[in-house]
Structure formats: C-alpha cells, structure tokens
C-alpha cells in the first residue's frame, strides 16, 4: 500500500505541474515526459479516474505549438505501454492534431506525428 501511495502522490505532483500555465517551456515539457512515463509504467496505480483527468491535459498541450512535439512523444510512450492504456477518450482527437501536423513544414513535427499516428 505504501508504493501505492507513492506512486499517487508522485502522480499528484506531476499532474500539478502539467495543469499548471504559469511556468518555464522546460518545466512544460518535462512534466508532459514524466506524464507519459507515468501513465504507460503505473497506469494501473493511479487509476482510471487519474487517467481520464491527465490524458485530455496531454491533448491540450499538444494543441500549443510549443509543446507538440513533447506531448506526440508522450503520447506514444502511453500508446506502446504493456498497460494498454484506455487512450480511446483522446485518441480521435489526437489523430485528427497529428494528421493536420503532417502538412507542416516542420520536419521533426511531421516524424514525431508519424511515429505517434503508428503507436495509435
């Protein structure tokens, strides 16, 4: 029970920093990474309500320009998780952003997209 509660309150610090708009680019993408990381390793632990509160966060920051390509790779990471994360509230969404950063001329976007659009 004590891992348990760990990993919530790891999950709940993260999940604050993820929220949070006020806050340096680098902060943004390490707390999407660490997202990603979390969701697809304990997904399981942190639970279906947690996952349904996070997920559509990653979705937001992949609608900002200066956090696509972080939150395409968190994405993926949860995609390819042994878990087999419930993903299917964001996925349509996330498969429409991704298709429409295929027609930009920003090449790491575009592979990112691919590979994400892959995992999917």
Known sequence: ASASGFVQSMY???????????QDLEVKEAAIATTGQIVATLGD???PDNLKACLPVVLERLRNETTRVTSLK???????SELKVDMAGVCGDAVLECSSFLRKNDRALKQAALTTLTDL
Do not use: E
């Not at 709940?12 to 006020?22: C, G, I, P, Y």
């Open 45 to 47: 632990v942190i639970g």
């Open 12 to 22: 709940a610090a993260v999940f604050s920093r993820l929220s949070s708009q006020d």
């Open 74 to 80: 968190a994405l993926s990471t949860v995609a390819r």
